[in-house]
């Protein structure tokens, strides 16, 4: 028995059920780290970047990000699973409650599997959910020396082998987003500003901000040529990868930066208005994920709470004249946002629409629809 944990009692010291019927399966690390664990969720291998979040709560949301799309998420929370996974609920055909509409890591870490859960909506629980995507789980892993391991080294390679071996995989030389990105143009909701949302594996929860505004929201493919299009405003999404994979979204990104409409971006699309730009991004060495990341609005004493996700950042020092770092993280100093100088483009690396995590920087749609109406206004009277 792998668990690092007393296999009876979890860490709150309640009753586990004993699993007879647990296998064993391996996470081997590129290092040639081989942790011993138990099999939750597929008994399957998978291959993909091992990263760690310290969120303590939202696997659902995590799960379905599309932004975890070919990663191992190690949880560092102590016990997962413990509330189960919600029921589908579907509001303008998208998703209430997930970030989309199936489950995008490519395999899930955990110290203590809860096989127990208890919880007013949940639905199902996250072993059987895990299995529904053929996605394996490996828990009694002690995932606080796991992650020590990676702040230390960098993210690395991984892979969780059950029976058949797989070769390691870098997930970071796929086009990602081509693989998450929706087909199809999709419009939602019938508010006054004409929205381009620019979806590179966008999470239901910034649908679900533009939604209760005053919004209609025109959902196009990552490569879309939306230069074409009629709209008062320009969103670029979140995105699995990296964002130097986005070629087509860039060149069509430079166009709309000659023009005056707004644009807003969040993580990989913050990425993208840099590249855009003509900045440069880099890979961090393990990344930013969690409900606690502390940003500074430049210019400010003031400090947000925010929800991140993100491997990679925006190099200010690479940034022509006429952009400036909008937000920076107070733990490392690294960009968290970017704006320019005089026209209403702004971006952000963390998550304003959270889900989960604090929403204390929703307001930044607000900010971003105030822009849009100021260009609106401003071009009624040229
Ligand atoms: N959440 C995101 O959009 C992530 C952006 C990018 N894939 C990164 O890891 O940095």
């Known amino acids: 028995m792998a668990s690092s944990l007393p296999k009876e009692r979890g860490p709150g010291g309640e009753v586990h059920r004993q699993n007879d019927m647990s296998q064993t399966v391996k996470l081997i690390l590129e290092d040639g780290t081989e942790i011993q664990g138990e099999s939750f969720g597929a008994f399957t291998s998978a291959a993909g970047e091992?990263?760690?979040?310290?969120?303590?709560?939202?696997?659902?949301?995590?799960?379905?990000?599309?932004?975890?799309?070919?990663?191992?998420?190690?949880?560092?929370t102590p016990m997962v699973g413990n509330y189960g996974v919600p029921g589908e609920d579907l509001y303008e055909s998208i998703s209430k409650i997930f970030e989309s509409d199936k489950?995008?890591?490519?395999?899930?870490?955990?110290?203590?599997?809860?096989?127990?859960?208890?919880?007013?909506?949940?639905?199902?629980s996250l072993g059987d959910w895990l299995k529904?995507?053929?996605?394996?789980?490996?828990?009694?892993?002690?995932t606080r020396m796991l992650t020590k391991k990676l702040r230390e080294k960098g993210a690395m390679l991984g892979k969780i082998v059950a029976e058949d071996d797989v070769p390691f995989h870098d997930p970071n030389l796929d086009n990602l987003v081509a693989q998450v990105s929706q087909p199809g143009v999709q419009h939602f909701g019938s508010g006054q500003h004409k929205i381009v949302l620019v979806d590179c594996g966008t999470k239901t929860n910034i649908i679900r901000c533009f939604l209760e505004r005053d919004v209609e929201l025109i959902r196009v493919p990552w490569d879309y040529d939306f230069t074409?299009?009629?709209?008062?405003?320009?969103?670029?999404?979140?995105?699995?990868g990296d964002p130097k994979m986005c070629e087509a979204t860039i060149q069509h990104l430079q166009k709309a930066l000659q023009q005056d409409k707004p644009i807003f971006g969040i993580c990989l699309g913050s990425q993208l208005m840099g590249l855009a730009a003509g900045g440069d991004t880099f890979k961090l060495k393990y990344g930013h994920r969690s409900h606690n990341q502390?940003?500074?609005?430049?210019?400010?004493?003031?400090?947000?709470?925010t929800s991140q996700n993100h491997g990679f950042a925006v190099d200010t020092e690479t940034l022509p004249a006429d952009w400036t770092m909008l937000f920076e993280n107070l733990n490392d100093g690294t960009c968290e946002g970017i704006k320019?100088?005089?026209?209403?483009?702004?971006?952000?690396?963390?998550?304003?629409?959270?889900?989960?995590?604090p929403e204390d920087t929703e307001f930044l749609f607000d900010d971003f629809l105030k822009a849009v109406v100021a260009y609106k206004s401003n071009a009624g009277t040229k």
């Open 294 to 305: 502390p940003v500074k609005l430049t210019g400010t004493q003031r400090c947000y709470i």
């Open 103 to 124: 489950i995008h890591i490519a395999g899930l870490v955990v110290n203590y599997y809860s096989e127990e859960h208890s919880h007013w909506n949940a639905a199902k």
């Open 340 to 357: 320019h100088k005089t026209k209403p483009f702004f971006s952000t690396q963390f998550h304003p629409e959270a889900a989960g995590g």
């Open 228 to 240: 074409t299009l009629d709209y008062d405003g320009l969103f670029l999404s979140n995105g699995p």
């Open 132 to 142: 529904e995507y053929n996605i394996p789980g490996i828990c009694g892993v002690d």
């Open 50 to 76: 091992v990263v760690f979040s310290t969120a303590m709560t939202g696997y659902p949301e995590n799960l379905t990000d599309p932004s975890f799309a070919g990663q191992i998420l190690v949880l560092t």
